[in-house]
């Protein structure tokens, strides 16, 4: 027998299709006009708690920022309508950076022999401690303010030179994408799908059918560890046999 040959079944699954999926599993027929705009509105709202949760492990990225002799802040925002994000390599203009998770102090970075030194995600009480902010050297810290429109990276020792063959090598976590358009895809990776319309079914049962939230909900926390589970990430286990010898 034939199959599709395709993979591609979330690139063609639409916010309306979402919603529209959504609603079905609540048994709510035939929407329109103020259902779609709360459906989509709820969406929106639910991807913002995964990331209260810690979920979108699919918007971490790389980048590489470049320092600025006595600049010790860099600022990433929200989007270009909030203001102008630090200068990186190789892609300029980075927006909707959610936290910075690792960094490192990147020389000779063009060539094999680059070398990195991890900096010290340090909290507000211990950077609040340093006697003298202002003092320049080479970063071996780094302090992390999350704002409303813009996230904000300090380093300290404030960096003593401007070289085109050092930087600051980043892990940040993104923003998931709002939903959008009714024609646009979601910014989520195939495996959480199923996660997501049933975590928008549970959204809409609050407003439709109170008597389904606590059986939409177990589902919806059903899918999550699923999709959890899934979006670890895994390394090479090693199975050790053992003998076992009685008393003998």
């Known amino acids: 027998m034939a199959t599709s040959g395709t993979t591609t079944f979330e690139s063609g699954f639409l916010i309306d299709d979402v919603i529209q999926e959504a609603y ?4 709510v027929k ?3 006009g103020y259902q779609l705009k709360s459906a989509r509105r709820s ?17 971490i990225d790389k980048t ?10 860099y600022k990433f925002f929200r989007s270009s309508d909030d203001g102008t994000s630090a200068v990186t390599t190789p892609t300029n203009g980075i927006y909707g950076v959610d936290d910075i998770l690792e960094a490192a102090l990147r020389d000779n970075r063009a060539t094999t022999t680059q070398s990195d030194s991890a900096l010290t995600k340090i909290n507000r009480s211990t950077y609040s401690g340093l006697s ?33 063959a050092k930087h600051l090598a980043i892990y940040f976590v993104k923003r998931i ?3 959008g358009g ?36 177990m589902l919806y926390e059903d899918e999550l560890q699923r999709a959890l589970t899934e979006d670890g990430s895994s390394s090479s286990t090693f199975i050790t046999p053992q003998a076992y010898y009685p008393n003998v």
């Open 43 to 59: 969406l929106n709202i639910m991807f913002q708690e995964w990331a209260n949760r810690g979920l979108h492990y699919w918007e």
């Open 64 to 73: 590489n920022v470049d320092l600025i002799e006595g600049q010790a802040e």
């Open 182 to 217: 009714y024609s646009n895809t979601a910014d989520v990776p195939y495996r959480f799908v199923p996660c997501m319309t049933a975590g928008l079914s549970y959204y809409l049962s609050q407003k439709e059918k109170p008597e389904m939230v606590q059986q939409m909900k």
């Open 30 to 32: 035939a929407v329109s």
């Open 24 to 27: 079905d599993r609540v048994g």
């Open 132 to 164: 003298n902010k202002l003092s320049k050297g080479s970063p071996s810290q780094y302090y992390v303010q999350r704002f409303i429109d813009h996230t904000m990276l300090t380093v300290y020792p404030t960096p003593d030179t401007t070289a085109a």
């Open 177 to 179: 994408q709002d939903a």
